[in-house]
Every structure is written in C-alpha cells, then in structure tokens.
C-alpha cells in the first residue's frame, strides 16, 4: 500500500522526471510501436469482421475506404517517425499521443456509424488511446480517457437506440462491463507503468550519487596522490641539500685540512649532480612532453636500445638480444618509447648480479604491439613488486625512484600500458604494450 499511496501521489511528477531521463530516440521508438499496435489491431479487425461477415454483417465499401485511410495514415506517420532528422522531445511526444487520441476517437466514431449495429467491434481500438496516455501522461489525463472511451460507447448505444427502437438493457449491461474492463486496464497499465517510472528514477538518482561519491573519492585520491608525491620530493630532495650544507660547511671551517676541504668539495658537487637529475626527471614525470607519432620499425628500435644498454654495461658478462619481425612497425613516439626501453634495459642491467641475458621482443596482438624486456636476474621480491611502478619508489642507493613511473606514463600516453608479466628467478619481465595506430583521441604533437 505504500507504494500504491506513493505512486499515486506523486505520479505526475514521476511521470514528468521519467520522461525527462529518455532520450529523443526512445521517445520516438515508443511511439513507432504504438503506431505499429495500432496497425495491427486495425488489419485484425478488418480480417475478423470480413471471417464473421454472417454475423457481423458484410463490410461497406466506405467502411473498407475508411480504414485503409486509417491504415495508410498510420503508415505514413510510422515512415515519418522512423525518418525524422531530429529527436523528439517531451512537448512533442505529448502533442502527438494528444493528436493520436483524438484521431483514434474520430475513427472509431465513424467505423460505428459505417457499420450501424448495436454491437461494434470496433470500439476494441479505444484501448489504444488509454494504453499510449497511461505510458505518457499522469492519473489524472489517464482517468479523462478511461472516462471518454466509455462515455463514446454509451453514447453509441444511446444514438444506435434512439434510432432503432427499442433498447436492450443487456446491451447496456455489456458496455457497462467494457467501462469496467478499460477503467481496470487503464489504471493497472498507468499502476505498473509509474512504478517502473518510479524505480528508474530512483535507479537514476542513486547511479547520480554513486557518480558523485566516485568523483569525490577521485578527487581525495588525487589529492592524496598529491601529498604522497609531495612528500617523496621533499625527502628525496632533503637528503642531497642536506649533505650539500654539511660538505660546504666543514669545508668553510678554517681549520679543516686542504684534503678533506676539497673532499667536501666533491660531495657537495656530486649531491649537486643527483639533486640536479631528480629535478630532471621529477621534471618529465610530471609534464611528459608532447608525442611526436611517426612509423617506426621494432626491430631497429630495439636493437638501438640493445646498443645502447650493452656500452652502458661496461664490459660485464651481459648479452643483450634484439629480436623482433623485420617488417613489423608502429606509429609511435620514437624517442619516448625508446627512452622508456632504454630504462627498463638499465634496469635489467643493476638486476643481473653477475653474467646473465637481456631479451628485447616484440611481437604484435590484434591491434597493439607487446614489446618485452626479460632479464635472467632474481625475482622481485614480493613486498617491493606492489610499489615497482610508484614515483620515488626505489630499491637503489643512487636512484630517484622516477624512471619506472615515467615509463609507464610514456606508455599510457599512447594509449597502452606497462606491467610485470613474469616475475621468477632467473626470467624477470616487463612488457610495455602500445597501440599499432595511435586512437584519434589521444594527443599529437
């Protein structure tokens, strides 16, 4: 009963907030299928009066002229609905439920009188117009139709009577039990209708709040970030000026040795140099620079970045293999994606002890391209492998803890990613995955 009280209350209102939440496109297609209903029922009607021509009487010729006019009609306002060049609104679903009432009315009026007997099987059409004002209009509109509908048949019986003395009261007892029929059809459609209504609406309010809880929780999130980032810059930040000021003020000491003068010298430019590096990189990790797409060849890009990492191992037992498809290509950024490898190799390089093996593949999947970096070193270890991708997050004594956070970045600018594929001893891999054709949304250079 609650939700009876509830929806009857306030079925208006639901009716209008319902409306407002569809779209011009399901307005329109819920009025295409009442015209196809309607299509229906007439050629039904037509079928069944022409089966039953005994007892209903043979259709008159302008009886049959009048409903293929009906039909075609129907027809063309279907082809009209369907071919509209823009959406319809909510004024201009009810103006035409409005006009398609009253013509329904027009219509039945006139099948009546064409086919002048005290029974009509025509009046069936009337439930249409109740059936399309439950779906748009509130309880009130829905009661105005419901009344109507039996007022036109009633009134039918009176004119057919007064013309053909004398009446059936069982006749009146038979459309009596129409009114009955439509007034219960009418409001448990407009009933069950406004409840789902109702339940849309709420589903739509509360998906409303969860959208807003998520936006919030991003914004504490990104706030949280924020500070998080913060705090990793000042203490990685502290220590080298800390060291800086403690080298420059045992070297300002007048009685300090010239030896251990110019060994604070020397800390103090070393400090220098790391706080210098953490800048630069803080500097690409926060403001990546803009991509510069061009088609580039795998196979040459890695065997660069396998060069280039083996002068960076300086002479130590470490093979570095290049192996990709000769004809396989990518429209990327050349020099970030290269950048982004040449980290990973480095990487792979402090990961290997001693002698070992460095693989760069690429190989291509649908639509993007996976280029692992696999090296025979130990496995990360389970308590660090969660934080490997997080800036400042380092397990290097001379390390900023940015370069793997801003190799992913360089990833996910181009619309891909970057992730541990394989994490045991002696076979540790990356794989940096991009798309083979950058997407039209993402940002060109």
């Known amino acids: 009963m609650e939700a009876v009280t509830e929806t009857a209350n306030v079925g208006g209102s639901w009716t209008q907030a319902w409306i407002k939440l569809q779209s011009g496109t399901e307005l329109r297609n819920q009025q295409s299928a009442f015209c196809v209903l309607m299509l229906f029922v007439l050629a039904l009607l037509l079928v069944l009066h022409t089966l ?35 959406e319809i609104t909510e004024r201009f679903a009810r103006v035409w439920a409005a006009g398609s009432t009253v013509a329904t009315f027009v219509l039945t009026g006139f099948l009546a009188y064409l086919m002048n007997r005290d029974e009509s099987p025509y009046f069936v059409l009337l439930a249409i117009p109740i059936l399309q004002c439950a779906h748009l209009f509130g309880l009130l509109v829905t009661t105005c139709v419901i009344f109507a509908a039996d007022a036109t048949i009633v009134f039918w019986l009176w004119h057919f009577f007064h013309l053909h003395p004398p009446a059936r009261p069982t006749e009146y007892l038979e459309a009596g039990m129409i009114s009955i029929i439509y007034m219960v059809m009418g409001f448990l459609v407009w009933f069950l209708v406004n409840l789902l209504r109702l339940n849309q609406v709420r589903l739509t309010a509360s998906l409303t709040d969860l959208e807003t809880a ?61 706080l210098e590096r953490l800048t630069a990189d803080f500097l690409v990790y926060a403001r990546p620079a803009p991509l510069r797409y061009a088609e580039t060849s795998l196979l040459d890009l890695l065997t660069y970045v396998g060069d280039v990492g083996t002068m960076h191992a300086e002479n130590r037992p470490i093979e570095i293999i290049a192996d990709a498809p000769e004809n396989l290509t990518a429209v990327l950024d050349n020099s970030l994606i290269e950048a982004a490898l040449l980290n990973l190799v480095l990487n792979a390089i402090d990961a290997i002890p001693d002698a070992g093996s460095i693989h760069l593949r690429s190989t291509r ?62 076979s540790v891999t990356f794989t940096l995955a991009v798309p083979a054709i950058p997407p039209e949304d993402l940002p060109k250079g």
Do not use: C, Y
Not at 53 to 59: C, V
Not at 60 to 84: C, D, H, Y
Not at 264 to 269: G, H, I, L, R, T
Not at 371 to 377: K, L, M, P, T
């Open 365 to 426: 999947f649908g639509q993007m391209i996976h280029i692992d970096v696999e090296n025979s070193g130990p496995a990360i270890s389970p308590e660090h492998l969660g934080h490997v991708f997080e800036p400042f997050f380092t397990t290097k004594a001379t390390g900023t803890g940015l370069g793997l956070a801003i190799a992913r970045g360089i990833a996910t600018a181009h619309g891909g990613d970057l992730w541990v594929s394989n994490n045991v001893n002696g």
């Open 52 to 86: 039953f021509a005994s007892i209903l009487g043979q259709p008159s010729t302008s009886l049959i002229v009048l409903l293929a006019v009906g039909f075609a009609a129907k027809v063309a306002e279907l082809i009209w609905l369907q071919t509209i060049g823009h």
């Open 214 to 274: 998520r936006e919030r929780l991003v914004s504490e999130e990104q706030l949280a970030a924020v500070g998080r980032l913060a705090s990793g810059i000042a203490h990685e930040i502290r220590n080298p000026v800390s060291m800086i000021s403690s080298a420059l003020s045992t070297a300002a000491v007048p009685t300090t040795p010239e030896p251990e003068r110019q060994e604070m010298f020397a800390v103090a430019a070393r400090e220098s140099a790391r």
